[in-house]
Each structure stands twice: as C-alpha cells, then as structure tokens.
C-alpha cells in the first residue's frame, strides 16, 4: 500500500480549509477549541477522503451477528487486528459463511466511528482468501483486456450459417468432446468436425490451447472454433482466464465459440470469444443448425417455388393479354383518327385563343386612353395651385393662432414671475438682513456688536447690532 498523503489545507473537499466557527468557551481571543464530537467528526472526514477502497487481507475474530442484520468483527493477522463493520445490504450478497478464525479478503473503505473514536473498516465485499486471489488476478487481467479493446462489441463476429468445417479445441478423453460431437451429430451429421486435441487443466494447460487454437487459425481448414470444457472449480477452470489464450482466441481468423463450465461460470476466454454458450452442448447447438427445421424449411421453399412458378406463369399469361389490348389501342387507324379529332380541337382553341386577345386588347386601350387624359399636364397644374393656395391659407391661420398662443403664456409667466419675486416682498416694505454673506432668519443668529446689512427695494443699510428680542 501506498504511504498516506499528506493533510494540507488545500486536500479538502472543494480545495481549500473549512472555515471553524469560534468557540464561546473563555481563553485567549488567538486560541481555537474544539469539541470531542468536531474532532471525531473531522478524523472521520479525513480518513474517508484521504484512502481509497483498500483489498485487506486476514483472520476474521469476534464475530457479532444482532438482530439488525450488521456484521460487526475484527480482521487480524500475526502483528495487529482492526474493528470492522458490513451493513446488512452488503453482507447480503456473500456467498460464504463467515465465522472465527475464517482467512478472508475484503474490499473496505477506512472510516471512524464518532461516538467512541473507534477507528473501523466499512466492508463492502468480502470472500475466503484463497479463491478471492484468483478472482483478484481475474478481475485485474479482465480490466486491462477491456480497456485494450479485446471485449468491445464492434469486433465480435457473426458465425457462418452452415459451416464447412467445424474446429473443436478441448480434451480428447473428457465429456466435453463427446458432448460437442453427439450434439454436433444429431443436429446436423453432414458438417465434418475437426478435433485438436489439448490439455484442459494443469500447468501449461493455457499454453496447449493457445497454440491449439493458433493451429486451427493458421490451417484454414475450419469455418468456426468451438473452445470447451467441462464444469469445475475456478482453479479447474483458470487456463481460460490466461492471457495467452485470450489473446490467441482475439487473433484467430475465424469465429470462436466459447463452451466452458456451467452457465454460472464466466472465463476470460468467454469475454473475448464472438459468442459465448452456457455449456459445450450449448456452443456445439450454436454453430450448426437443426437439420429437421432445415427439412422442414426445405419443404417450405419448395412450395415458395411451386407458388413463384404458378403466379409467374399467370402473370405472363396476363402481361400478354395486356399486350394484344394495347397493340389493338395503337393500331395507326386509332391514331389517325385521334390526331384528326386533336387537330380540330386545336383549332377551335386557337380561334377562341385569338378572339379573347384581341378584346383583352381593346380593353387595354381605351384604360390606357383614360389614363392618359387623366395624367395630362394642364391638369395636373391646375391642381397644383389650387392645392398651394388651400396650404396658404391654413399657413396664416396657423401662424396667427400660434402667435396669440405664445403672447398669453408670455403674459401669464411674466405675472407669475412678478408674483414670487423677491423684489416685490422688499417694495412692500420688507427687508433681507445678512450677517457675512449669509441671510439670518433668526434672533439667535446675531450677538451684540455684530455688524449686519439690511437690502431694501432701493439700497441697503449697514448697522451695528446693539441688542435682540426673543
């Protein structure tokens, strides 16, 4: 495992240190307390973002199963043990048994338990040891095959309709080839098949059937590959998960159908085949079709045939009758009288073509007549100044009207004005008393001795002031 990073302010979700409410508890203003619950609420934080789901390996003790349905245990080996704890949706999917002193392999995300401050283990998959290794390896060889290409659906083949020659890698003693010929012999016995032979199990089992299915490849013998071999444990079946079988079933020329195991087993070889089947018998039913529907389809095309043979004699025999009717139709006596029938037509259109243009015409002539004499020049100037000495007239009107408006609102603004004029207070007799420049509108606003300028409507006096009233 990888050395845990580093906390930095910056490593937190969204990229920067959460901002800490101040504590009210007295001390110093510069020093921050925290809570028991903010300090396990924040390690918990911590913890669950800084590791990544982790594969564990270990021993299983203490093992607690309440009436919740939570799994909650220790998972140790020789030096140290950590808490853990499987919820009910996940525990629900595994497969084995667990108990006290069981080897396992888990998938777990680090997490802390608030309420005590117990550092624990969230598990979300868990399996025995030994066969979880090999589906680990499984799972590993299976994601960098996808990502090379050697699964995606684009490259899957079709298999041949009716093969000439049917290639079948497996064991010459097991039940597989004899399950693959019998079915391959009851569906359809015409089709030869081709064994090559192998080893399906044991060390340098993969290596045989690589080089098995590169042979039938590289022969051209065969129009489709059949790979089986019986059920068994995930270690009988491991060479179907090697990497050079895969490869030599994603770079074989022809389709490759793959039978291996039960229909619960998964291969590596069954991700990359053209097709996979849930048990040899399955893929040998996929490469060759049932010879009794092929008879019955047989049959079937027969009396397509003998149906096609009877409407295509009726439809020629109906073609030639439409064709006599149509020679009769275009016999040149028909069309001669047609084409004297077509020219007298044509010529009453023509004469009745002729007469309505030439009153179209006349029509035209006496409207452009008429528009003529009503465009003529004396006309028109006559209207003109008619029309300038109307548009004269409504000018003085207009223009007098206009004055007479501006003259009254000239003398209703003049009066106003005088109205609110300062200079028509002081010819009243009032007066406007300034101290410095400023006008003073209260008693309070002078002292004795001060010196003040009183404006009157004519000239202004200076005085000293000497006392003031209330």
Not at 205 to 226: T, Y
Not at 245 to 252: E, F, G, P, T
Request: proline share 5%; hydrophobic share 45%.
């Amino acid at each position: 495992m990888e050395d845990a990073p580093r906390w930095r302010a910056d490593a937190w979700p969204g990229g920067r240190a959460t901002p800490r409410p101040r504590s009210t508890l007295p001390g110093p203003p510069d020093r921050e307390v925290w809570t028991v619950s903010r300090l396990n609420r924040e390690a918990k934080l911590l913890l669950e973002s800084g590791l990544p789901a982790l594969w564990i390996e270990g021993e299983l003790s203490n093992f607690a199963r309440p009436s919740s349905g939570h799994w909650y245990f220790s998972l140790k080996d020789a030096g140290a043990q950590v808490r853990c704890a499987m919820f009910r949706n996940a525990n629900a999917r595994v497969r084995v048994s667990p108990r006290d002193g069981l080897h396992v392999l888990v998938r777990a995300r680090v997490s802390l338990y608030e309420a005590r401050g117990d550092y624990q283990l969230i598990v979300e998959h868990l399996e025995e040891a030994g066969e979880g290794a090999l589906r680990r390896r499984f799972e590993e060889l299976k994601a960098r095959l996808a990502a090379e290409g050697l699964f995606d659906a684009e490259r899957k083949r079709a298999l041949p309709r009716l093969p000439r020659c049917i290639g079948v890698v497996t064991s010459p003693s097991g039940a597989a080839v004899r399950d693959v010929v019998h079915v391959l012999q009851r569906r359809f016995p015409a089709v030869p098949v081709l064994i090559y032979p192998t080893a399906v199990q044991g060390a340098g089992a993969a290596a045989e059937i690589a080089a098995a299915i590169r042979r039938a490849s590289a022969g051209g013998l065969v129009d489709v590959l059949i790979v089986a071999r019986g059920g068994g444990s995930l270690e009988d079946l491991w060479s179907f998960n090697d990497e050079e079988v895969a490869r030599a079933i994603h770079a074989c020329a022809v389709p490759v159908v793959t039978g291996v195991g039960h229909e619960v087993d998964f291969t590596i070889a069954d991700f990359v085949a053209d097709v996979r089947a849930p048990t040899p018998s399955g893929a040998a039913e996929l490469v060759v079709p049932d010879r009794a529907e092929w008879s019955r389809a047989f049959v079937a095309l027969e009396r397509r045939l003998a149906g096609a043979l009877d409407r295509a004699r009726a439809e020629r025999a109906a073609r030639v009758r439409w064709a006599a009717r149509r020679l009769e139709q275009l016999h040149p006596g028909n069309r001669l009288a047609e084409r004297a029938q077509r020219v007298d037509e044509l010529e009453a259109r023509l004469r009745r073509g002729l007469r309505r243009r030439v009153a179209d015409a006349a029509t035209r002539l006496a409207r452009l007549d008429a528009e003529l004499r009503g465009r003529s020049p004396a006309a028109r100037l006559a209207a003109l100044e008619a029309r300038r000495a109307a548009l004269a007239a409504r000018l003085r009107v207009t223009l007098q009207a206009r004055l007479e408006a501006a003259r009254s609102r000239h003398a209703l603004a003049a009066r106003a004005l005088h109205a609110v004029s300062p200079l028509a207070t002081l010819d009243r007799g009032y007066s406007i008393v300034e101290r410095d420049g400023r006008v003073v509108t209260a008693a309070d606003a002078v002292a004795p001795g001060d010196t003040i300028r009183a404006r009157t409507a004519k000239g202004a006096i200076v005085a000293t002031v000497t006392a003031r009233e209330p």
